[in-house]
C-alpha cells in the first residue's frame, strides 16, 4: 500500500456504501445510519471470518455484527452497507478530536471493521497458527499471549479504512478499547493502530477520552 502507483494495485473505493474490493455477504439490512464520525476497530476473538460471520446470525450473539470483517489472509467481507446501522460498538462514547462533542452508543454514528484474530486466546491463536506477543493491554490487566496480525490483513485493513475516511469524511478511527475501556480489550496490543491511524491522517496515539 506504500506505492499506489504499484502496478496492479487496486485502490478500494466506496461505491454506494459499499467496498467495490469486498466480497459482499447476504445479510439482513439494518435501519439507515444518518451520520458517520468514526471508525472502530475490533477483534473477533474468532476463528475464520466467515465462522464469526455464522456466529452472528445465531441466537447466540445477540444482534451483535459489524459492517466490515477482515480475515487473516487479506480478504475483506462486507456485510451491512455503511449507510447503514450495526451493532458493533454498545455501551460506548467518544470525544470528537475536531468538534469537542461527546457522542455516546457509538452504533448511532460509527462504522464497525472486525478483523479475524482469537485476542488474548492463546490456544485458539495456536489452533489457527497465529504468532502471538507477550504484552499487556494499554487499559491494564496482566501480561498475557496475544495474536498478532498478519501483514495482509494489517495492510487490508488500511486500505479499507482508508477508503471509508475518505468517502465520509470521518473524525477519527479508534479502537473498541477505546470507547468501551471497561469492558472490551479489542483490538488489544498487537494491532499496529499508530500505523493505521497516521496512514489515514490521524497521526499520534488515539487520546483517552476525559469527560
Same mark, same amino acid.
Given at each position: ?38 471508525? =472502530?476497530?475490533? #477483534? ?20 451483535? $455484527? ?37 457522542? $455516546? #452508543? ?44 498478519? $501483514?495482509?490483513? =494489517? ?6 479504512? $482508508? ?38 491522517? #490521524? ?5 483517552? #477520552?476525559?469527560?
Amino acid at each position: 500500500l506504500g506505492n499506489r502507483k504499484t502496478k496492479g494495485h487496486h485502490l478500494m473505493k466506496v461505491v454506494e456504501h459499499w467496498l467495490d474490493g469486498a466480497t459482499r455477504l447476504d445479510y439482513p439490512e439494518d435501519r439507515l445510519m444518518g451520520i458517520r464520525r468514526f471508525l =472502530v476497530i475490533h #477483534f473477533t476473538a474468532g476463528a475464520s471470518a466467515k465462522s464469526s460471520v455464522e456466529f452472528w446470525r445465531s441466537p447466540q450473539a445477540k444482534g451483535a $455484527e459489524a459492517h466490515i470483517i477482515i480475515d487473516r489472509d487479506g480478504t475483506v467481507y462486507q456485510i451491512r452497507a455503511t449507510n447503514q446501522r450495526a451493532d458493533h460498538a454498545g455501551v460506548s462514547r467518544w470525544r470528537c478530536p475536531r468538534t469537542g462533542k461527546v457522542f $455516546e #452508543f457509538l452504533n448511532s454514528c460509527s462504522i464497525g471493521i472486525e478483523l479475524a484474530n482469537a485476542g488474548d486466546n492463546a490456544k485458539l491463536a495456536a489452533r489457527m497458527k497465529g504468532s502471538t506477543i507477550k504484552a499487556r493491554h494499554k487499559n491494564g490487566g496482566p501480561i498475557a499471549d496475544w495474536e498478532t496480525y498478519p $501483514e495482509a490483513q =494489517v495492510k487490508a485493513c488500511i486500505e479499507v479504512a $482508508e477508503a471509508l475516511v475518505k468517502r465520509y469524511s470521518l473524525d477519527d478511527i479508534v479502537g473498541h478499547d477505546d470507547i468501551a475501556p471497561d469492558r472490551k480489550n479489542d483490538p488489544g496490543p498487537a494491532f499496529p493502530m499508530a500505523r493505521l491511524r497516521e496512514a489515514c491522517g #490521524f497521526p499520534g496515539p488515539v487520546p483517552k #477520552f476525559k469527560a
